[in-house]
């Protein structure tokens, strides 16, 4: 199985965007990429847009050589309903449009549905479901809280199993919660990425206690089943000192034999965090 992140927050921009390769089918996960609309009350700079950019023909680049993408909910950092062009010819597993979704997310993907009518592509409501292809299984969890509450709606989780094993959480922002940690534990996977807690946001809109909940899951998670790489991105390294934060986890990781690391030290590269950078950008390259 090959395994690779083409867009996260520690490449630059917000996403999640992965692509899988079994023997028997080329596999997407959320083929998006956005910018944190107002960090340190500064919009994005100009050479965040331009690695927006970039990333986004990488994923475009992936996309145009995949059997399959799952869509695990409909914020823009996950899903972009302005190109979908670039679906056509594709199996689409799409989180459900009307069940377990909030109000702004159900907008979302009604029009996100209506954009892709006049696209050959067959679209398939995901949720809880299981598909087979070849000796590769793609299995989805029941829709999870995004983060804390449903107040920002629900996501579902992605396994694949072709001897290797792979998941995806999505935004779970820890995972903070049983039920969000359930199918992680469920599938036992080799590789997890993992949508970690949202520590530039702690005390304001992420409490001490989901904290707190977050590190004792990722242990749990250590613990629990036989991972070997734990790649925590998204929320988490909107944090300049998230590794600061999380040395607890780096910690155990170590002494149970389990990589902890960013997406972007999965390939090999250093983080490259310009939303937790802007400010610094800002002085750097000021903007006329």
């Known amino acids: 199985m090959e395994i690779i992140p083409i867009a996260f927050d520690s490449f630059g921009a917000r996403s999640m965007a992965t692509f899988v390769k079994t023997k028997d089918v080329s596999i997407v996960v959320d083929p998006s990429v956005a910018l944190g609309p107002s960090r340190y009350n500064l919009p994005p ?17 992936f996309v145009s050589k995949s059997d399959v993408v799952v869509i695990t909910h409909y914020h823009y950092d996950h899903h972009n309903p302005n190109e979908v062009e670039i679906f056509s010819g594709i199996k689409l597993l799409i989180k459900h449009p009307k069940e377990k979704i909030n109000r702004s997310q159900r907008n979302r993907a009604n029009f996100f549905l209506e954009q892709l009518k006049p696209i050959n592509v067959e679209v398939d409501f995901c949720d809880s479901k299981s598909y087979e292809f070849g000796n590769t299984l793609l299995k989805i969890s029941n829709p999870v809280f995004h983060g804390a509450n449903d107040r920002l709606g629900y996501v579902v989780e992605v396994f694949v199993d072709a001897k290797t094993t792979f998941l995806f959480s999505s935004d779970v922002e820890g995972p903070i919660h049983e039920h969000q940690l359930e199918f992680m534990l469920e599938c036992d996977a080799e590789t997890v ?48 000192k998230w590794r600061e934060k999380l040395k607890e986890v780096f910690e155990f990781g170590e002494k149970n034999g389990v990589k902890v690391l960013s997406a972007a030290e999965f390939v090999g590269r250093e983080d490259d965090l310009l939303e937790a950078k802007r400010k610094e950008l800002y002085k750097k390259y000021p903007v006329k």
């Open 45 to 61: 700079h100009p050479l965040e847009y331009e690695r927006k950019r970039q990333l986004w023909e990488k994923i475009k680049e």
């Open 193 to 240: 990425f993992i949508d970690g807690p949202m520590t530039y946001m702690l005390g304001y809109r992420y409490s001490a206690k989901n904290f707190e909940n977050s590190v004792k899951n990722m242990k749990r998670l250590i613990e629990k089943t036989s991972i070997k790489n734990l790649i925590l991105d998204h929320h988490l390294t909107r944090d300049l």
